[in-house]
Nanobody, 115 residues
Framework: QVRLVESGGGLVQAGGSLRLTCVAS????????MGWYRQAPGKEREFVAR???????YYADSVKGRFTISRDNAKNTVYLHMSSLEPEDTAVYYC?????????WGQGTQVTVSS
């Protein structure tokens, strides 16, 4: 059983920065894909970023150049560094991984960007 716990969300002005944290337990993150998704009110959950190693990652076009996903395998933790935030980035952000054919999600952390 994999458990993911996100934190770090909050209210920030447009142009500001936040760092989200996802702590995993029940399985190592080393060698596994770890991702971030988000869901805005009235919209479907959408992909934000994913990494499968300390140097390999890919991003949604909407966040490329502004967001960076990173990981600390020793702490079993994944981060999402968000900068140049825009009101359109307002959403609940979820951490995700897959194990044994099962998708695991955290409870989410709210990010609100004011204009």
């Amino acid at each position: 059983q994999v458990r993911l716990v996100e934190s770090g969300g909050g209210l920030v002005q447009a142009g500001g920065s936040l760092r989200l944290t996802c702590v995993a337990s029940g399985r190592t993150i080393s060698g596994y894909h770890m991702g971030w998704y988000r869901q805005a009110p009235g919209k479907e959950r959408e992909f934000v970023a994913r990494s499968w190693s300390s140097v390999n990652a890919y991003y949604a076009d909407s966040v490329k150049g502004r967001f960076t996903i990173s990981r600390d395998n020793a702490k079993n933790t994944v981060y999402l560094h968000m900068s140049s935030l825009e009101p359109e980035d307002t959403a609940v952000y979820y951490c995700n991984t897959n194990s044994g054919g099962i998708a695991y999600w955290g409870q989410g952390t709210q990010v609100t960007v004011s204009s």
